[in-house]
């Protein structure tokens, strides 16, 4: 699977940004793979930032992102996006788009996108 995001950008403190990762190359349905973002800070590790199991599964998402950030699938298009509101200067990181084989695959695989950089700063 490769996956490209986009939509990283220099933002102030509040304000908003869109991430788009699309993905090609799959093996199964783009569905039923399970698509996540995850972001890594300089000296931080990678963390989870929110998870979309499949179209008709709830998202996930990490405590410090609940309530502004939200995660969705396009089917037709094959990407998933990322609609960060309210964003903190914490917010800053690289971010990147994983794609997860689905679950009644025997040996799971996850690929990673090349990330996309947020800084959130005024």
């Known amino acids: 699977v490769q996956l490209v995001e986009s939509g990283g950008g220099l933002v102030q403190p509040g304000g908003s940004l869109r991430l788009s990762c699309v993905a090609s190359?799959?093996?199964?349905?783009?569905?039923?793979?399970?698509m996540s973002w995850y972001r890594q800070a300089p000296g931080q590790e990678r963390e989870l930032v929110a998870t979309i199991p499949s179209v008709a599964s709830n998202a996930n998402y990490a405590d410090s992102v609940k309530g502004r950030f939200t995660i969705s699938r396009d089917r037709a298009k094959n990407t998933v996006y990322l609609q960060m509101n309210s964003l903190k200067p914490e917010d800053t990181a690289v971010y990147y788009c994983?794609?997860?084989?689905?679950?009644?695959?025997?040996?799971?695989?996850?690929?990673w996108g090349q990330g996309t950089q947020v800084t959130v700063s005024s």
């Open positions: 190359g799959f093996t199964f349905d783009f569905a039923s793979y399970v």
């Open positions: 994983s794609a997860k084989t689905p679950p009644f695959v025997r040996v799971q695989t996850v690929d």
